[in-house]
């Protein structure tokens, strides 16, 4: 009961409203991926069923044939009058009619799970408000319009190409570091926040590779240690590198890490080398993802939002139960829990290396984790999801797990007069929590 009671009394942090290169192709978590199992829906309905019904056969059996008149009324009201075809069961309009929501209202689904939010020394946040967010999005659509390459499969889509913009922009670096460019789109979304700043881009692939099959982008202002000249991040000599650049201040320089490896390890190389300004790409929820991140480390009991019970009749169990029939990537309890009740990281594992590497890791560790990137933490601020789900579409990512959006569920204006109608909905399929954080060492 008083875990129940915790996960009701959740609520996200303050909005800043209030307050204040891509993955490649060995990502398996595809970011504009738009296809699903009606099936696989249907059982996770019957699964809900079960366990609603308790041991009585007969409710059961009652409510499975509930279900499948609903799901037939459905299909009758979608082809009424036309040719019958097939809907996706993460399509907006499906779930509406199946459980009969109000999408204008879907706003209060929007941190109903949690957002855990990661502790800083000084508890300070970002310059930017909400409004200049919105003033950005309205002058990046035509930006984002001339793109090289129209299809990122496994890469970043649209939210994420605009929180990067948006952060480079506002932070003006004299230098930019990206960790992983697969086919350069990350590096021309760079270029066109800083058009006359230098780029220092690490990729084992050189994106020059993927012109032989189709779109990419090569940059003319930048080095590339990439192909037979790759380096890892964690092994460059960055004084060197500096130095050659004529850089001395290090706090002027960002650096974009979206090459899929464990972010505490990438925090503390860049600490090292005395980088203070960070931004990761695939910053994945408790549960998802190829690699350990820093959500994930700030997902802990203590933290608002945090922590999780693996106990089935649970409120969060029923509730992750439901979603999961409407949002792709949501997960439930089976997949968010391992052995023993295992249920940081991924199931009690530290992945990294696009899970290549999958070591598992006990409570103890992961909580020794997070105290060690709250001892140098100064700013953690998330990307919001660029709008809600009415507006745009997706169908991946669960609401349940985010923070409000920039343009909230049922501002169909302010959602077209921005030219976001223009854009096509899987583009909005690729939101993981993209994060901005500043480091330093305590000197405490």
Not at 207 to 221: C, S, T
């Amino acid at each position: 009961m008083k875990l129940e009671r915790a996960l009701s009394s959740r609520r996200s942090p303050p909005h800043p409203a209030d307050d204040e290169g891509d993955g490649g192709p060995f990502d398996d978590e595809s970011k504009t991926k738009k296809h699903a199992s009606l099936a696989g829906r249907i059982v996770s309905l019957i699964r809900l069923s079960r366990s609603s019904s308790g041991h009585c056969p007969a409710a059961h059996v009652i409510n499975v044939i509930l279900l499948l008149v609903l799901a037939t009324a459905a299909v009758l009201l979608f082809s009424r009058g036309r040719p019958v075809v097939c809907v996706s069961p993460y399509d907006s309009a499906a779930r509406n009619a199946l459980v009969g929501a109000d999408l204008a209202g879907l706003a209060s689904d929007f941190g109903s799970l949690g957002v855990p939010w990661c502790r800083s020394k000084r508890d300070t946040t970002v310059e930017w408000t909400p409004k200049d967010l919105l003033k950005g999005l309205e002058e990046f659509v035509p930006i984002y319009e001339t793109r090289p390459i129209k299809n990122n499969m496994f890469g970043m889509g649209f939210d994420h190409s605009f929180g990067l913009w948006f952060m480079v922009r506002w932070l003006k670096p004299d230098l930019m570091i990206e960790s992983g460019a697969f086919k350069g789109h990350s590096t021309w979304v760079l270029r066109q926040a800083m058009p006359g700043t230098h780029i220092i881009s690490l990729s084992p692939r050189h994106p020059e590779k993927y012109l032989k099959k189709g779109p990419a982008y090569v940059d003319e202002n930048c080095t590339y240690y990439a192909g037979k000249d790759f380096v890892d991040f964690g092994s460059v000599d960055w004084g060197s590198v500096m130095r050659k650049h004529g850089i001395s201040d290090l706090s002027r320089v960002l650096v974009f890490f979206d090459d899929h490896q464990n972010q505490l390890k990438r925090v503390k190389q860049a600490l090292q080398a005395g980088f203070q300004n960070l931004i990761f790409e695939d910053n994945y929820d408790t549960g998802t993802g190829d690699h350990y991140s820093l959500r994930q480390i700030c997902d802990q009991y203590y933290v608002r939002g945090g922590g999780h019970s693996c106990f089935r009749d649970s409120d969060e169990a029923r509730m992750r139960m439901k979603r999961k029939m409407f949002w792709e990537k949501a997960v439930d309890i089976d997949e968010l829990c391992g052995r023993g009740g295992a249920w940081w990281g991924v199931r009690g594992f530290m992945r990294d290396n696009f899970n290549h590497s999958n070591n598992a890791m006990s409570y103890k560790e992961h909580f020794q984790n997070s105290r060690i990137l709250e001892s140098v933490l100064d700013i953690y601020w998330e990307l919001p999801p660029v709008a809600g789900p009415s507006l745009t579409h997706q169908t991946r990512y669960d609401p349940a797990r985010t923070l409000q959006p920039i343009v909230e569920d049922g501002r169909f204006g302010l959602f077209q007069r921005l030219g976001l109608t223009r854009l096509e909905a899987s583009l909005f399929n690729g939101y993981t929590q993209m994060v901005y954080v500043q480091v330093s060492v305590s000197t405490s």
